[in-house]
């Protein structure tokens, strides 16, 4: 269950409980989809020539070249580099934006004449969710596209160097490179994931009621993921290209180096040196990698929800029994 339904037996969980569900569901996914998220970005945003095997410009010209070339470049723990500070941000992220989710659904259906299990309503308020956790773990964004665009040799030692060296040289700003676009791309890109999510998951229940629930949850999540990354993508590549800026020393084994002024800029340049194609750069392992992301969210963060309720429904068993008998 997803969002907040007073006929649900979940209806009684807390915002703490849905935070922590939400942060073990964002660890466990992060850690399975690492590898495409490295080479998605590879692809997207260290990458400003075109992507093509026939006629091959920049480093990477396929997915399966690419991971070739990362693999005997920089050996099978580049497929997990910039891990730590991803993890972070994963859980900071899937903490924030349940909870928030959740409390902004029951607050629609207490405060509101809406039905917070509508499609609708879980739009306006997964986008809100998206925004709030958002803002609370930019800087960790920012941190981890630093550390998966490193080649080598690695500009920075750990998380600790990349933080105090980013502080130093670029200021606290720097943090937040890349937040208007990604604000803008936020609200859609999560509306639409919870919107979707439910649509798929209805029509899924209602077509096959005795298949599993869990089933449902990963193909209507992986589902609500392409369809939404589609709808977004150039957004998000705006975000990745002024998140690098200042980072031209890493950027320069992959071909040529280019800096932006800012979002407009950033769109504009983009438009006028790589063309349309541009805006889609590297869009393939982005949608395998929103579908498994997505698909992996919602399926965990039902998985470990249901887990918490159900220990908290054998402790709240317990107790009764152990106060019958008490009194018995």
């Known amino acids: 269950m997803v969002g907040y339904?007073?006929?649900?037996?979940?209806?009684?969980l807390t915002s703490e409980e849905a935070a922590l569900a939400g942060s073990a569901a964002g660890m466990v996914t992060r850690a399975l989809i690492s590898p495409l998220d490295v080479i998605k970005t590879d692809f997207r945003w260290l990458q400003i020539e075109q992507v093509s095997s026939r006629n091959p410009q920049g480093k990477y010209w396929g997915v399966l070249q690419a991971t070739r070339c990362i693999l005997t470049e920089e050996g099978l723990p580049a497929f997990w580099k910039g891990h730590i500070p991803a993890q972070l941000l994963?859980?900071?992220?899937?903490?924030?934006?349940?909870?928030?989710f959740e409390s902004l659904t029951e607050l629609v259906h207490k405060k509101t004449s809406y039905n917070s299990q509508t499609s609708?309503?879980?739009?306006?308020?997964?986008?809100?969710?998206?925004?709030?956790?958002?803002?609370?773990?930019q800087p960790l964004d920012t941190l981890r596209t630093r550390f998966a665009a490193q080649g080598e040799p690695k500009m920075y030692r750990n998380l600790i160097h990349a933080v105090v060296t980013m502080y130093r040289t670029e200021g606290p700003l720097a943090f937040y490179r890349g937040l208007a676009p990604t604000l803008v791309a936020v609200y859609p890109y999560a509306g639409m994931q919870f919107f979707f999510y439910d649509v798929l998951k209805?029509?899924?229940k209602s077509l096959d009621s005795k298949s599993n629930g869990s089933l449902h949850s990963l193909i209507s999540g992986s589902f609500a993921g392409v369809i939404s990354k589609t709808l977004t993508y150039p957004f998000d590549l705006f975000k990745k290209r002024l998140q690098v800026g200042g980072f031209e020393k890493a950027?320069?084994?992959?071909?040529?180096?280019?800096?932006?002024?800012?979002?407009?800029?950033c769109m504009v340049t983009i438009a006028r040196d790589e063309g349309p194609r541009g805006f889609y750069k590297g869009l393939s392992p982005s949608l395998l990698k929103a579908?498994?992301?997505?698909?992996?969210?919602?399926?965990?963060?039902?998985?470990?929800?249901?887990?918490?309720?159900?220990?908290?429904?054998?402790?709240?068993?317990?107790?009764?029994?152990?106060?019958?008998?008490?009194?018995?």
């Open 5 to 12: 339904d007073p006929n649900s037996p979940l209806a009684s």
């Open 90 to 100: 994963s859980v900071c992220f899937g903490a924030v934006q349940f909870a928030s």
């Open 120 to 137: 609708g309503v879980h739009f306006v308020c997964g986008g809100l969710a998206a925004c709030s956790a958002t803002v609370a773990c």
């Open 202 to 204: 209805k029509q899924l």
């Open 251 to 265: 950027r320069m084994q992959f071909g040529q180096v280019r800096t932006y002024q800012g979002f407009v800029d």
């Open 291 to 328: 579908a498994m992301s997505t698909g992996f969210t919602f399926f965990w963060y039902e998985f470990f929800i249901n887990a918490i309720s159900s220990l908290k429904g054998a402790s709240e068993q317990r107790e009764e029994d152990c106060q019958r008998f008490m009194k018995g």
